[in-house]
Each structure stands twice: as structure tokens, then as C-alpha cells.
């Protein structure tokens, strides 16, 4: 029944489906979720919840049902249109309630589902009540993630390191696919930092190959999908093939509008900032800049420039340090620590952090409420 749809509009699904009892009770109405049919003569029933408070006279419905849209124009329409509406639809013979329909959207705006109110005289009060049930929030714009515990997690198996890094670049697709789907904007990760240099010789050229065989792949993927992928860091350290493949997906990059994903290589959060100021001191020195450095200015000598700060960072992997990472741009961003390692670091983790995130208080150094 689902298998049309996306992650998000999965998760809103299932976030709609917890409230509908309670919110059915408040509203003293039976309220239907609907979807669109693969065969476009039918809707298709998601979930119906029966209020315990009101005794109601109409048939329920199972899930998986298929409703005939000549029996129900209304909700045909809301799905078309993506518009609120309402009007009278026949329960039985001769015997007709009022009924409200409201879109069901993702972060995208794209209409999936409808959510049916038979109204049987309530007052409005109590279905805008309920309907507040259904909203569910926005995921975080900005998510920034160290990937941690590759190492680990190979040595856990017998495995060599390299192993673990191989693990770990497949997991980022499916992590930057599952941030794409569910409506995140930026996803930035800590691939390789300016003191991974330090390791053994073997595991850095390891490395390098993992990194020049994903940007390949991601090139045609890019292409394909529309995707935007962009590398943060000094690139001027890796090797001419590499160098030439972070050309080609900023290219390819500008071309797109949408999700991208961010790769930070050779990346240090203290460099960078160094690299910004000496930057923004050549704009002084050769006339391109007045001297009165603001804040929102620094932040356009960043490799980040243009993009909102991260609205949450994680770091799988059990330490609790940020490790030089995206130091100037993480001031207010909120931090998610968990022993998963970043290979097994499933959507399933990422719904988590994303959970922890909607309950945290951000007040950005404010008092709210005073």
C-alpha cells in the first residue's frame, strides 16, 4: 500500500497514525487517512479511527479498502488540487454529513494523502484541535555527521581497517539518500580531516581509492538523480585525478537545485577559519574589502559560504568531541553523541537523533518566554 512513497512521507504517515484515536475522541468524529490507488479509478484506505465519545451511524473501514473516487469527488479533488475542502457526502441512503478534507504534504509540498473529518455537527473548535495531532515537524534543515568507527567496527570483525572505510563510504549513500527523502536540505560529513594524515601509509592511500571510486560513482549519480554534492576542505593536498573529480562535482553542482551533500576532505576546522582570514586579509590589502568584518561576512570566506549553519551534529562512534570539525559553523548547532558505529548507523539511528533534536530548547544565548 505504501510502496509509491518515500521515507518522509512514510514517517508522516506513521506520525499521523499515532494521533488518530486520541485525536478522533477530541474532535467526536471519524476520521479517515486516504492515498492514491496504483489503478487511478480508486482511493485507497490508510487507517480510519471511530471516536469512543460520540456514537456514530457509518460503516468503518479496513485498511487497504478501495473506495470507487465517483464515490467520493471530494477527496479525489483534495488530492489533485492540494487544497482543504469541504462539503456533504451520503453515509447510507438518503443520509448525508458534513465532511472536511485537508492535504497531506511533505517538506516539499507534494499532496500524498488526505485526512477525512465526517464532521456530524462538531463544532470547528474541536476538528482545528485534533488536526494540530497530524502536523508533524520538519526535520532539521542542516545535519552534520562525523563518521566514526569504521576502524572499529572492521576490527570487531576480524576485518582489516580498510574494510571498515569501504562499510562506512556505503553507508553514507544510504544515509544521504534517507536525509534526501526525508526532506533534509544539507547533509555535511567529516570524511577525512587534515591530521588524518597521521595514520599508516597503506590505510591513507586506502582511503584516497575509496575516495576517488565513490566521487566516480557519485558523478553519474549526480547527473542522473540531480543531486548537488560539494568538498569542503584544502584539495590542493590530494592527488591531480582527485583534484580533477571535486572539479567535476562542483560543476555538476551549480547546475541543481535541491538536497546536497557536503564531503569534507582534508578538511580542519581551525585551517579553515585560518584559510578564511587570510583570504578575507588579501580582499583588504588589494581594495575588494572595507576592514569592517562582520560576522555574516567571515562566514562568505568559509568553505561553507552560502550555506545555514547545521541545525544538528552527530558523531556515531561513542567519543564526545567534535575533533576540529566544522568549529566556527557549529556555534549553535545541537549535538547528538550515541556507541553506534558509523557503519551500523542505520535511518532507524538517524529517526533517533532527529527525535532528540525536536526536544531540545534552542535559544541561541535568549530567554524565551522572560
Not at 33 to 51: E, G, I, N, T, W
Not at 141 to 146: C, D, S, Y
Request: glycine share 6%.
Amino acid at each position: 500500500m505504501l510502496k509509491n512513497l518515500n521515507s518522509e512521507q512514510k514517517n508522516i504517515l506513521a506520525s499521523i497514525r499515532q494521533g488518530m484515536d486520541f485525536a478522533a475522541d477530541i474532535a467526536h468524529a471519524c476520521i479517515t487517512v486516504y492515498l492514491a490507488s496504483d489503478d487511478k479509478r480508486f482511493l485507497r484506505v490508510y487507517h480510519q479511527s471511530m471516536p469512543k465519545t460520540q456514537f456514530l451511524q457509518q460503516p468503518e473501514l479496513a485498511p487497504g479498502r478501495e473506495v470507487r473516487i465517483s464515490e467520493e469527488p471530494l477527496i479525489a479533488r483534495c488530492l489533485q488540487r492540494n487544497v482543504p475542502l469541504e462539503g456533504k457526502r451520503e453515509l447510507s441512503l438518503g443520509q448525508f454529513a458534513g465532511v472536511r478534507v485537508y492535504p497531506v504534504q511533505d517538506r516539499r509540498g507534494k499532496c500524498f494523502a488526505a485526512v477525512v473529518f465526517d464532521l456530524s455537527g462538531v463544532d470547528d473548535i474541536f476538528i482545528n484541535v485534533a488536526f494540530e495531532f497530524f502536523k508533524t515537524p520538519a526535520p532539521p534543515r542542516h545535519i552534520a555527521i562525523i563518521l566514526d568507527g569504521n576502524g572499529r567496527w572492521a576490527k570487531k570483525r576480524g576485518l582489516p581497517r580498510t574494510a571498515g572505510h569501504a562499510a562506512g563510504s556505503e553507508n553514507f549513500r544510504k544515509i544521504a539518500t534517507y536525509c534526501r527523502d526525508i526532506g533534509v536540505d544539507y547533509l555535511t560529513v567529516y570524511a577525512f580531516s587534515t591530521e588524518n594524515w597521521k595514520r599508516p601509509e597503506d590505510e591513507v592511500k586506502s582511503i584516497m581509492k575509496l575516495l576517488e571510486k565513490y566521487l566516480h560513482e557519485a558523478i553519474d549519480t549526480m547527473e542522473r538523480d540531480k543531486i548537488r554534492m560539494k568538498v569542503f576542505g584544502d584539495v590542493t593536498a590530494l592527488s591531480p585525478e582527485l583534484q580533477a573529480l571535486v572539479a567535476k562535482t562542483n560543476e555538476i553542482s551549480e547546475r541543481y537545485e535541491g538536497f546536497q551533500a557536503n564531503i569534507c576532505l582534508n578538511y580542519g576546522g581551525r585551517d579553515e577559519i585560518i584559510h578564511a582570514a587570510k583570504r578575507y586579509a588579501r580582499d583588504v590589502a588589494e581594495g575588494r574589502a572595507d576592514g569592517e568584518l562582520t560576522e555574516e561576512q567571515f562566514s562568505d570566506y568559509l568553505y561553507s559560504a552560502g550555506i545555514p549553519d547545521p541545525d544538528l551534529l552527530i558523531r556515531p562512534g561513542g567519543e564526545q568531541r567534535i575533533s576540529n570539525f566544522l568549529l566556527w559553523q557549529c556555534a549553535y548547532s545541537e549535538f547528538y553523541f550515541t556507541d553506534v558505529l558509523w557503519p551500523d548507523f542505520t535511518p532507524h539511528e538517524l529517526d533517533k537523533a532527529i527525535a532528540a533534536f525536536r526536544h531540545r530548547d534552542r535559544r541561541y544565548g535568549g530567554v524565551k518566554n522572560p
